[in-house]
C-alpha cells in the first residue's frame, strides 16, 4: 500500500489543533502515470489518468496501473479526512474487481466514502472509461493516526 507523504517527524506529537484540509500531492508514481487532480474534498476526490503509457503487453490498460492510481485516489481521500481531524492515514487494505478493461483515452477515478470514522477510513473507488462504462471498482480502508509536527 503506498502511504501519503509524512506530514512531520515523528520526535514531536501533534496536539490536533491543526485542522486545515491536506492538499494533494502527486507522487512520482502518480506524475509518470499522467494522473491529474480534478477535485479534492472531504465527500470526494476525483482524478483522470490516460491510458496511454499504462498498458500491458497486450495493449490493454494495466490492471496494476488500475489498483496504483485507485489505491493512491482513495488515500488521498482518506488523508483528507483524516485532515479535519489533526490526523494523517495510511492503507491497511485494498481489494479491487476488474469490471473490462480500455485500449485508448483517457480513464476517470472517482473516490467516495463509505465510512469515515476517527480511526479508519472506507472508500470505494471507481474507474471508468470516457463512455462513463465501469472498468474497475476498488474498495480500500486506511487507519487514521496522530500526525506529529515537522
Do not use: Y
Not at 16 to 23: F, I
Not at 75 to 82: D, E, K, L, P, T
Amino acid at each position: 500500500m503506498s502511504t501519503p507523504p509524512p506530514n512531520d517527524t515523528a520526535s514531536e506529537e501533534h496536539d490536533g489543533s491543526d485542522k486545515e484540509l491536506w492538499k494533494i500531492t502527486l507522487g512520482e508514481l502518480d506524475e509518470k502515470m499522467g494522473v491529474k487532480i480534478l477535485e479534492e474534498s472531504v465527500e470526494r476526490v476525483v482524478a483522470t489518468m490516460p491510458v496511454e503509457g499504462n498498458r500491458q503487453s497486450f495493449g490493454l490498460l494495466h490492471g496494476g496501473a488500475s489498483l496504483a492510481v485507485g489505491e493512491a485516489v482513495g488515500s488521498w481521500a482518506a488523508v483528507i479526512h483524516a485532515s479535519t481531524l489533526g490526523k494523517t492515514a495510511v492503507g491497511v487494505d485494498v481489494s479491487a474487481t476488474h469490471h473490462r478493461s480500455a485500449r485508448e483515452g483517457q480513464i476517470t477515478i472517482t473516490a467516495t466514502p463509505i465510512h469515515l470514522g476517527g480511526t479508519l477510513t472506507t472508500h470505494e473507488v471507481l474507474i471508468t472509461n470516457e463512455a462513463g462504462q465501469r472498468l474497475c471498482t476498488l474498495r480500500i480502508t486506511n487507519l487514521l493516526m496522530r500526525r506529529h509536527k515537522r
